[in-house]
């Protein structure tokens, strides 16, 4: 078996993912191969439907590849059975959405301490979570539930949620994706900020080229599989077009 | 820390209303249903066994409840268990349901009657029971505002009251043997012979002497309402009994099911968020239980509430009607909330830990 080094937070080899729909099968991911160091921070761009969703779903576990091998901090998860993968997920991995997926019936504490929660104790103490809020500037707004927040607000909380137990990975899927350019930046500058300050590793797919360009890396896909995968901060003709033509 | 259950629960209030509400009515149902049962007959079999015989003697296969039981044994058994040794009192009774009163009348020879401990005291009027007289106690005398020298009508045909006797005698009308006897038109029968046993004689000697006198009749020991109760036989109460935990039970269930069944659909996707912050499979399960739980748990508690307020108007509006809640009733009303609410919720819970989570955070 292929040995990953230590320091390696991310590595896929030959991953493929096929759907099953009515009889037809349809290939979402065709033999993806990629690494990612720890501390990096990679943004994932493509057009709708080339698989970037599908690639992090696996990355997080939450999906079971139909071939290849998904490397996390050196643990094949590929090969794990669904708790097993929970396991790593809850331990490794935090997660931030497009459409932030508060817990609307929990404040914005509520929600940040139920990650913590379901991670055990959590890594951090009670200085770290306020570390991490006064960081995200969301002192002010902790006992606020979702509906009270507004887009940006809602998505530092949701930032809060995945950081808060110090996972090695972040994983965005289109964090900026329902926000202004305003909360936009405002976003990518925390992630780039827990990417310098707390040397979290950062996996973000985007549609947004300017969002693309806060990465220290750009993956490019098309049709299921990687087109460059070691691109630096300079945006090829057809991920500007495909940033232009979501 | 928030409580992700309660808040789940606060910010349901219809959902939550209307569960606790129908969890509650489950146990209201059982409570209230099983302490009439409970108290009706643990009120009887008190006051069968004050009457302060030692010895009940039935034809075969009869029950302590005389209502159950028809006339059939011929009333001068009563002069045969009167020569057994080791007796000191027999009386013989003659038991009629009467539906006037919802209640039993019982036709008496006084004289015999009152040579037992259980003698009627009189609180007003005079003891006697003559030809149309009656004597009937206490609480049934303030339930229908009955006096001395009022006219009451018992199986269709009315009888003077004579006196009120103190409550606790074995059945709250007592009329003459005689006139019961051709009310019915079973003269020289009777229900049921009480029997005491002559002091220093041991009971169990005199049983064992009925016994070998009598031995195709049902003789019950009748000192204390447990034995009582052991020894009789109860038509169907067992079944009735499981019969309301029963029904109960698959109430609060169906409504557990139901209401826990929608919430995990209403929540499905922030099951996907669970599941995507690390959220085992047991995490999820016991999230759907302990919610259920909590619910269940107020039913249960409002259920109890309502249970001891309807006792209490129960008996302020018939006090001729006991109804029974011990703690053991009130802490099985609570097993049976929670457990309906565990049950209930297992199949949405199994339903929630086993979503996709891709799908469920796909969910709109």
Same mark, same amino acid.
């Given at each position: ?14 991953? !493929? ?48 590849? #139909? ?37 609307? #019936? ?19 103490? #009670? ?22 927040? !507004? ?96 | ?8 629960i ?5 959902r939550t209303f209307i569960s606790v509400l129908a969890v509650a009515l489950g146990v209201v149902l059982m409570l209230v ?212 935990i029963?029904v109960s039970m698959l109430l609060s269930f169906m409504v557990i099911l139901l209401a826990m069944?929608?919430t ?25 239980l302990?919610e259920s739980v909590m619910i269940c748990g107020l039913g249960a508690l409002l259920g109890i509430c309502i249970s ?22 009130l802490?099985g009303g609570m097993v049976l909330g929670i457990t309906a609410g565990i049950l209930g919720a ?19």
């Open positions: 078996m292929e040995k990953v080094p230590s320091s390696v937070a991310i590595n896929t080899v030959n991953l !493929s993912m096929t759907y099953r729909s009515g009889k037809l099968n349809v290939p979402a991911l065709q033999s993806v191969n990629f690494t990612v160091q720890h501390g990096e921070f990679i943004a994932i761009m493509g057009p709708s439907g080339c698989g970037k969703s599908t690639l992090l779903h696996l990355l997080g576990g939450l999906l079971q590849p #139909t071939h290849g091998s998904i490397f996390i901090d050196g643990i094949d998860i590929s090969t794990l059975s669904d708790s097993e993968r929970t396991a790593i997920r809850r331990d490794k991995i935090g997660y931030v959405f497009q459409r932030f997926n508060l817990l609307p #019936t929990l404040t914005a504490k509520g929600n940040i301490e139920l990650a913590k929660k379901i991670h055990g104790n959590g890594a951090l103490g #009670t200085n770290g979570v306020d570390h991490i809020l006064s960081m995200l500037g969301l002192t002010e707004k902790i006992q606020f539930r979702p509906s009270e927040l !507004s887009g940006g607000e809602q998505q530092r909380v949701a930032i809060a949620r995945a950081v808060v137990n110090r996972p090695s990975i972040v994983l965005a899927d289109e964090p900026t994706g329902s926000l202004d350019s305003h909360n936009s930046g405002k976003v990518l500058e925390m992630l780039r900020e827990l990417n310098v300050k707390l040397g979290q590793t950062i996996v973000m797919i985007t549609h947004d080229a300017d969002a693309a360009s806060t990465a220290s890396r750009v993956i490019e896909m098309k049709d299921g599989q990687i087109l460059s995968p070691t691109f630096h901060f300079a945006l090829s003709h057809s991920l500007r077009e495909a940033a232009e033509n979501p | 820390m928030e409580n992700l259950i309660a808040a789940n606060r910010s349901r209030p219809t249903i099983g302490g009439i049962v409970s108290g009706t007959l643990n009120d009887y079999l008190g006051r069968t066994v004050a009457v302060g015989a030692d010895f009940i003697l039935q034809p075969a296969g009869s029950s302590v409840l005389y209502a159950f039981s028809d006339a059939s044994l011929n009333s001068k058994l009563a002069g045969t268990m009167q020569q057994v040794s080791g007796i000191e009192s027999v009386t013989p009774v003659l038991s009629k349901f009467s539906p006037a009163h919802f209640g039993l009348v019982f036709g008496i020879d006084l004289d015999s009657y009152n040579k037992f401990p259980g003698r009627l005291q009189m609180v007003s009027g005079r003891a006697s029971l003559k030809g149309d007289e009656a004597i009937v106690d206490q609480i049934l005398a303030e339930a229908k505002k009955l006096k001395p020298g009022m006219t009451m009508n018992i199986l269709d045909h009315d009888f003077t009251i004579t006196g009120i006797c103190r409550s606790g005698a074995v059945v709250r009308v007592f009329l003459p043997l005689e006139t019961l006897q051709k009310l019915l038109g079973t003269t020289d029968r009777v229900t049921v012979l009480f029997a005491k046993a002559a002091p220093n004689v041991p009971v169990e000697e005199v049983y064992q002497n009925l016994r070998k006198q009598f031995p195709h009749y049902s003789l019950l020991r009748a000192s204390d309402p447990n034995l009582l109760l052991a020894e009789t036989r109860l038509p169907g109460l067992k079944e009735f009994r499981i019969a309301v029963a069944y929608t995990i659909f209403e929540r499905t996707r922030e099951i996907g968020i669970l599941k995507a912050l690390g959220a085992s499979r047991n995490f999820i399960v016991g999230m759907i302990k001891e307020i309807i006792r209490k108007v129960v008996i302020l509006m018939s006090p001729t009607l006991q109804v029974s809640m011990t703690f053991g009733d802490l297992l199949y949405p819970a199994y339903k929630a830990a086993r979503m996709d989570p891709v799908k469920a955070l796909s969910y709109e």
